[in-house]
């Protein structure tokens, strides 16, 4: 047995020809209609959640993202209500109709999130822990794979072949944005690993924007240019107050910025022959407070 | 005077507010309607000329690309017909009534290029030629820089004020990809920057998918994350037989896939509010040979 | 409380104007002599080990590297020994009389590992997961911690600011190559790094050329380059027979070569004032098999 | 003939077993003996070079750096004295025997320049400037080609193929320092390039640890580290005053900080068995004013 890297195989388009369609929640991921999560960078306080989960179930987001445990560079940083952050989590998701997407940070917090999650993410900083990826190829949940932020594409399909080879086939792709050289854009996002990915692989390929850019300023376009570039969905950083938020506040979206990318990202997501399930105006009667 | 950069002036949207239309040849680039450069990545002979002018005018390209004169990697590689391009390229125009643009790979190049040319290009690596820049300030002819795949921002932006203090108000810039670890692609397509830099300047922005990827697969996707990002215009690579370029065979796409990436060319420019001149069937009654 | 990056503070030399020294198994690492770590990328068998200790101790290292559990970047490459390879490494040691670091892959690997490894490493992929660093905090063992193949000096000092925040004062920094666009070398050793992490923090500073360059020619310089650097010691790879091992053999430098590389090491360190533990002709009368 | 990149030839060590040397002004480079050029950044004025030309050649450089036309990222900073700098540097090296090294901004200043530098330089931004590297390979002088911020390994040798397949053989390598994520170094110096340039040519190699770090801190380690790894010579900024410098003076050591240099300049090149000009006592009676 030599050292050299083996390619994918059971994460390839030679390996399975269709696309995976991966169900979870009542929603399926990978198919006609385009996969939004939408939500805090990290959870804040339950009026924070609520406020926020009732704005995005109103205009369409499937499913509520929000950090419990908040990985971040300096011990001093706000490192999430852990617990606490799971339970909101659980009950706006109950309240509004919203699946759960909350990042495990490690392996030994992977019993605790399990319950209250949905779909596991794993974060960037884990792409390659594979000791950790080793055991959520034994889990019975979908797993979003985060691109790491130092990952060839190569590297990345084959983090998702640990997972694939351990026995888990729910597996979705996330780019986020890669570090490079230019410091106009706090990652350099990727678009055309998004098609790429797409062409290599069968499995389902989202696009984080906010990671991504950094900036709420350009989440509308590249939200839209990811929908070309062949993403199956998008994962959106929204938050009713982005100048108080504790974390990440440059790149989410307040609500009305929100509001003003769905029109673009419903024509986009149409171009592609795809159905959107975000509208304009809020599903509900009731004038939500914002 | 100390040595910290002073940022750029004259290249910001606080300088003008209004986007910067820049009239050539009966184009108005950065204006209403998309502004398509298509060609082989070099003169080859006049027949592969002549029969992809005729193939992307057909079509509705406004301009013709094709290097004269290449900036190669290895010595021992093709460099280009050089003044036998030139003349190429000019009776190709005249004959199909396409603009022209080349890369003046040299300031001593200028007086030789000058009159075959509508617009400069100043390729990726002389993006930082400042002496060279300073003496295009002093044409009355349109620039496109491209950024160099080192660029940052504001270096992309300093370089294009040169041409401005010196003169020249003509400027176009290029996003033609930036140099990072992901070898997958031939260069890493930084689609963000071609937003921030219709933000932050007031010049128009073009997108080269075809450097930007080095694949001929992902020049349609990419083509349309571009326009979907505020792209005024593509610069295409085509090639009638790509197989049998003698330079980015691979980056080239063929007359097939240039017909197949206008539908979506179309209908991403009208998302933007923007006319295409492209159109998938071609104007002309007689038929093409390909 | 914001999201703002606060500075580290217990990893600076503000904080701590004298170079922190860490004794374990009778060495003092920060202090007056070269700490050289040196064994194989992993432990294969007991043969293998057992050659490579006996070879790498007569020469004078003092501790012995070996993978028992290996983070591979493919799940069809080689994954280690795992607890047969943690034997090994503790018969080893005890025959031939050299601590013993190895990586700890996962939190939840911690306490299989603990008892068999007197240095905890942190693999690069690791850096920047910080559950496991503050569970790491909380040990009383010394940590090698190992430069992000991503990571910037702020984050990586910052990393190091999670342990020491978390009370575990015995950290290590490891120096081992960052990610770039050059593909001439394995990773592109940032020798700068460590003069400049030796300025900023009061911790030890480690350099593995192996993993740094991936290729045995480029050992024995950047092994120079980084002791003028002021590094207080090596991580290098040796084996018995690179050209057979399991994994990462190119970066291995086989036992002639390791000899060769000693005369060399010893000069630099006498030009920064250091003693270095390494004799070229070995201590032992007995010839060894090689 | 197919666009593939051909390897170099002429700069390989296969077509050249031993390393070039190249004699100028006196000086043997690639020799035994080490190649010290230094010299302020930018030629400020008359009394600024006298002063630090006194004082480099008092203790041992062999060649004045200094340049007259600069090449500024921003137009609005200071860009050289230009024909007044050539004219300065050559009054100073007339006075105090030293060899001139100035860069040549673009092919149009070459006669301008060319009677006033012993070495021409070639800058980091025109490594890839192959229609300029055409003409120098026509030259009858060195040429001293600085590696560009974004050049692979392969690169940087096919640019030197450029020089010598024109037929100048003088041609020197120089590692400033590549662009990567990490913000702490203005550059990251790739010391392992130096040993590995060496290693696959036969020209002689230099290092700019100004440039390379960007910082005056580093310089002596970094210098260090650069001869161990088997550099031939050195290119350093000093100025009298860094803290007035008119450009990079961050990068530049002032008088006492390059006296300090010179014991582990002198150390370092002895382990490889070569001499060093420096001294870090005065060569003349008379005190110099600093």
């Not at 617990?83 to 109950?94: D, F, I, P, V, Y």
């Not at 888990?168 to 570090?179: A, F, Y």
């Amino acid at each position: 047995m030599s050292d050299q890297v083996n390619p994918y195989r059971l994460a390839s388009r030679q390996w399975k020809k269709e696309g995976t369609r991966i169900s979870v929640k009542g929603v399926e991921i990978g198919g006609d209609e385009l996969f939004i999560i939408a939500g805090p960078c990290a959870v804040e306080s339950e009026e924070q959640l609520d406020t926020i989960a009732a704005f995005v179930s109103s205009h369409g987001a499937q499913f509520l993202r929000g950090g419990a445990y908040k990985p971040r560079t300096s011990p001093y940083s706000f490192q999430g209500l852990q617990k606490e952050g799971l339970r909101l989590l659980q009950q706006a998701s109950l309240k509004y109709g919203l699946g759960v997407i909350t990042e495990v940070m490690d392996l030994s917090l992977l019993d605790e999130v399990y319950p209250y999650t949905d779909i596991i993410q794993v974060g960037s900083r884990n792409m390659k822990n594979y000791h950790f990826l080793k055991e959520l190829g034994k889990v019975n949940k979908p797993v979003l794979l985060k691109r790491g932020m130092d990952a060839t594409m190569e590297e990345w399909l084959l983090a998702a072949e640990y997972l694939l080879v351990g026995g888990n086939e729910q597996v979705i792709l996330c780019e986020r944005g890669i570090r490079t050289f230019d410091d106009s854009t706090r990652n350099t996002m990727d678009i055309a690993s998004i098609s790429l990915a797409k062409e290599l692989s069968h499995l389902p390929v989202l696009a984080d924007p906010s990671q991504g850019t950094g900036s709420s300023d350009l989440i509308k376009p590249l939200s839209m240019a990811a929908i070309v570039a062949n993403a199956d969905g998008l994962m959106i950083e929204v938050h009713n107050n982005p100048a108080e938020a504790l974390s990440d506040g440059p790149q989410s979206v307040n609500f009305a910025q929100f509001k003003d990318m769905i029109p673009g990202i419903n024509a986009t997501a149409k171009i592609m022959g795809k159905k959107s399930p975000l509208t304009p105006e809020s599903k509900k009667e009731k004038v939500l407070n914002y």
